[in-house]
């Protein structure tokens, strides 16, 4: 799966997420977006996420990363290196959020899935996303992951869940990713971001986290 997700030079994503949110003051709520991403290596990636409690996009051309809160009414940019993955690692580093599905997207995929797993299991094939999978346990440190690849001929990811176990309430992020297009042709302009007439400029390290506290094993290792 890695290997066949590294050789990509261009794909579109269309996923389901399911996420808890525990506050301190509520009862504990589930929470669903659908979220779409589409790269193309090695330097443009643009997507969005919306659902019952974030309406956000994102953009990267190369050389400045964009992101559009529409709830809030506000965007912030940043100039950024010149490549995917350390688009989304200055990403991390400027807010403290791992943009969902992001393990997937760099270019060693199993170092940035496998690199601090402790233990692992595989437990049989099932089904995932209305197709057969290989459905694989891990465990790190802080989380616990669970992932299921498509059997078939073209082995990608269907499924996620990660458990945030060093958090109170051990909450979940579930993603089942529904639609891959590995052949996608994105125009350009798809990747070019233009704030919306009335919109507030704010500072990158002012936006808040999108949806899940981490949205995958990146920005919880």
């Given at each position: 799966m890695s290997d066949r997700l590294s050789r990509v030079t261009a794909l579109a994503i269309e996923a389901d997420e399911v996420y808890d949110e525990v506050p301190s003051d509520a009862p504990r709520r589930q929470l669903t977006s659908v979220r779409r991403v589409?790269?193309?290596?090695?330097?443009?990636?643009?997507?969005?996420?919306?659902?019952?409690?974030?309406?956000?996009?994102?953009?990267?051309?190369?050389?400045?990363?964009?992101?559009l809160d529409r709830e809030q009414n506000v965007w912030a940019s940043g100039a950024v290196p010149p490549t995917i993955d350390q688009a989304l690692d200055w990403v991390f580093d400027q807010t403290g959020t791992a943009i969902p599905l992001a393990d997937f997207l760099y270019a060693d995929v199993?170092?940035?899935?496998?690199?601090?797993?402790?233990r692992g299991v595989y437990l049989g094939i099932h089904e995932a996303a209305g197709v057969p999978c290989h459905h694989l346990s891990f465990e790190q440190a802080t989380i616990d992951w669970q992932l299921w690849i498509d059997a078939g001929p073209d082995p990608l990811p269907r499924k996620l869940v990660i458990s945030y176990k060093a958090e109170?309430?051990?909450?979940?992020?579930?993603?089942?990713?529904?639609?891959?297009?590995?052949?996608?042709?994105?125009?350009?302009?798809?990747?070019?971001?233009?704030?919306?007439e009335g919109a507030k400029r704010i500072e990158v390290t002012a936006l808040t986290p999108a949806g899940p506290a981490a949205g995958g094993q990146g920005g919880a290792r």
């Open positions: 589409a790269m193309r290596r090695p330097d443009r990636l643009v997507g969005d996420a919306a659902g019952d409690a974030i309406n956000r996009s994102f953009w990267y051309d190369g050389q400045t990363f964009s992101a199993y170092d940035r899935l496998m690199g601090k797993v402790q109170d309430e051990v909450p979940q992020y579930s993603v089942t990713i529904r639609k891959w297009n590995l052949a996608a042709k994105v125009p350009e302009a798809l990747f070019r971001f233009a704030p919306p």
